[in-house]
């Protein structure tokens, strides 16, 4: 695979210049190394999986082609589209990242003048709505599977048409949980297509599958920890103070904004509450919410509006939230690749950004798990005045030792400049 690349710019890529024009709009000086390696592959019809750290820009790679693919044969044509058709299906795992990246592509749009019809369809919202929106056929459909499903069930939409499908978070697209639904929507689609996958992880298994589904694909990985600007850092803790050390470390260090992530809507609740009770305001965000007051918490806490969010793994995936400051994993996930989506809400475009992992003693064996699957070591600190007890400390790492590397995980582990420079940055915030 391809671990290395230069980035070049967007002209020399092929681009058409009404996305030049836009991206000049929106200060996209150099496409990122993701997009620099993708956006040739897929202009050439290339089958494609594409794994990138996240905030890489992966969005920007897939949507920027499909909508010059689309655009060259819609000028190519002298016809008008007809019926309810799909030329570019994109599926993604929740309602928000379906939302987020059809904002994308309207926006990359925007010199197209209409030309292009973009289409976002999830659950939790009126399907009378988007079967309106559906009429006449879509040029890009973003969906959800089960409400994809709902709406060609009631012939609202065929993909009998579709030329390209994209994955979005295609390693959570292919897990056990999508299984059923993936394989019947699959089953609707033309046999001849280009398959894009996107994810920041591929796991073992999921690669198994990929090839099965592609055709000799161009197969691009960007992942690299040593060029992230985000700092991992893992603070061990009693399991009764786990909240008063968060409260602690929201106090001390006064984050702009703080993405706080637990394991279920419960716990949701009930840590809101206790921080209430410490004297911090903080919302929820989780799938008991209706949509609607999903979308304005999430519209709130883009904003700077919300100072704490507290989420289950719904806002682990795909969610663009510019510069937040520091993600903190309270409950470790229950998959070692959830904490690489988790983390990778912060440190995004180059910004610098901080990952807090709070873990007690029922933790540490989990932790080890996370740390082998995503091939990282990390040091076991201590915060002063929350202190393991001593009869459970030798159960831990000492905190001013780091473990023992995991195997497989390559070069002795450094303290690089990010890391000093995210230090400062730290104890600046």
Known sequence: MTTTTTPTNFTSLGIISPLLARLTELEYQLPTPIQARVIPSILAQRDLIAGANTGSGKTAAFALPLLQQIHTEKQLTSKNTQGNYVTGLILVPTRELAKQVADSIKSYALHFNGMIKTVAVFGGVSANTQMQALRGGTDILVATPGRLLDLISSNAIKLDRVKTLVLDEADRMLSLGFTDELSTLLALLPKKKQ?????????????????????????????????????????????????????????????????????????????????????????????????????????????????????????ARGLDIEKLPVVINFDLPRSPSDYMHRIGRSGRAGEVGLALSLID????????????????????????????????????????????????????????????????????S
């Not at 740390?371 to 459970?392: A, H, M, P, T």
């Not at 995980?409 to 303290?415: I, N, P």
């Open 195 to 315: 398959i894009l996958l996107f994810s920041a992880t591929f796991p073992e298994e999921v690669q198994t599958l990929t090839q099965e589904l592609l055709h000799n694909p161009v197969e691009i990985q960007l992942q690299s920890a040593d060029a992230s600007t985000l700092v991992q850092r893992v603070f061990t803790v009693n399991r009764g103070n786990k909240t008063a050390l968060l409260a602690h470390l929201i106090k001390q260090h006064q984050w702009r904004q703080a993405l706080i992530f637990v394991n279920s809507k419960n716990s949701c609740n009930h840590l809101a509450e206790k921080l209430s009770k410490r004297g911090i305001a903080a919302e929820v965000f989780h799938g008991d919410k209706g949509q609607a007051a999903r979308s304005r918490v999430l519209d709130a806490f883009k904003a700077g509006e919300i100072e704490v969010l507290i989420a289950t793994d719904i806002a």
């Open 361 to 428: 003693h029922d933790d540490f064996h989990h932790f080890n798990v996370i740390e082998k699957k995503n091939k990282i070591c990390l040091e076991r600190e201590q915060v002063v005045g929350f202190e393991v007890d001593d009869i459970i400390k030798d159960k831990f790492p000492a905190a001013d030792k780091p473990m023992a590397k995991p195997e497989g995980s390559g070069k002795k582990k450094r303290k690089n400049k990010t890391l000093v420079n995210a230090d400062i940055w730290l104890r600046n």
